[in-house]
């Protein structure tokens, strides 16, 4: 076992309860706690901890993907960008840049990005971790503590799979719902409407009928693990898309990958961001080395997580997402 956190066993039940919860009254309901304390407590994990709102993106039609460029000039008035942060690589320095693009426009986006030095990584699936579905830690005496029997566990599972929903093409005041609560998962429909300056009904109305449908659950982000670790880019080369999806499923169960995802052109291979003390990530990858189906580990890259800039906005401007509204462009 390895302690990750000390964390209070309230505490502790929240965390679990916030990724099959879309308001603080649901959170209420499986805690058994007032909404008040319930409210106060997230406000409090908040420092530690981050919440993303993961929605089935594909079955909307939006790509998530993550380019790799030399210089910000590069991303200069580009649209879709979420998050942006600095990467060190074998091949040098790198901004890395996270977005969320609508189907039909990859490919403008993506020819914008054709430079020897840009390398661009379209994902297929992409998950964070969900507390709610982990037997791999436990809370014990005021502490969170985590097993390393990845082996067995690994052998139990049968893949991540996302389930079927319907496909359609998400609209821009969709996408700005979606864009709202992958930073903040509780965020008031009223909030969002206010931004942009529409009725709040109208987003409540896109918020029920298309986004809420297409809703997976929250991720959990670990940030408090940056403070002090190092950030690594690790690939995961295994001998088969299912072990790929296996894999994918068991990191989902791990609090010390932040991000990971499958790329479209390599479906074998799972990329993730891994952070936790040096002790825990030599005993983590030692693990995952007792795996017969993984082929290969390799470390790609650090990442400078003082560097993280969250976009708030899909569009570089307001105008332009009224202007699609009014041009009723999809």
Do not use: C
Not at 66 to 86: C, G, L, P, R
Not at 119 to 125: F, H, N, V
Request: hydrophobic share 40%.
């Amino acid at each position: 076992m390895g302690i990750m956190i000390k964390i209070t066993k309230s505490d502790f039940k929240i965390l679990k309860a916030v990724p099959k919860s879309l308001n603080y009254s649901e959170i209420s309901r499986i805690t058994g706690f007032s909404q008040p304390y319930v409210s106060n407590k997230i406000k409090k994990l908040l420092r530690k901890f981050s919440f993303s709102f993961r929605v089935d993106l594909h079955s909307l039609n939006i790509i998530p993907i993550t380019i790799f460029v030399k210089d910000k000039e590069q991303i200069k008035d580009s649209n879709f960008i979420y998050k942006t942060y600095a990467v060190t690589l074998s091949t040098g320095k790198y901004i890395a840049v996270d977005m969320y693009v609508p189907k039909n426009m990859l490919e403008d986006v993506t020819q914008k990005f054709q430079h020897e030095e840009v390398q661009i990584i379209p994902k297929r699936y992409e998950v964070y971790w969900r507390p709610d579905i982990n037997n791999l830690i436990h809370h014990e005496k005021g502490r969170i503590l985590f097993s390393f029997n990845l082996r067995e566990k690994y052998y139990g599972l049968t893949g991540y799979r996302e389930g079927e929903r319907r496909s359609f093409v998400a609209d821009p005041i969709d996408i700005l719902i979606i864009w709202s609560k992958m930073q903040n998962p509780f965020v008031p429909l009223a909030s969002i409407a206010k931004k942009v300056g529409l009725s709040q009904q109208l987003v409540s109305y896109h918020y029920r009928h298309h986004v809420i449908g297409q809703w997976m659950y929250n991720g959990v982000i670990a940030r408090y693990l940056q403070d002090e670790n190092l950030t690594l880019l690790v690939k995961i080369s295994t001998i088969s898309s299912v072990s790929a999806l296996k894999m994918l499923e068991l990191f989902q169960r791990i609090p010390f990958f932040l991000e990971s995802f499958i790329p479209y052109n390599n479906r074998k291979s799972i990329y993730s961001w891994l952070v936790a003390p040096h002790g825990i990530t030599k005993r983590l990858i030692n693990s995952l080395h007792e795996i017969e189906e993984v082929d290969r580990i390799e470390i790609l890259g650090i990442r400078d997580s003082s560097t993280e800039k969250i976009i708030n906005f899909p569009w570089r401007d307001v105008g332009e997402f009224r202007s699609l509204i009014k041009a009723g462009k999809k």
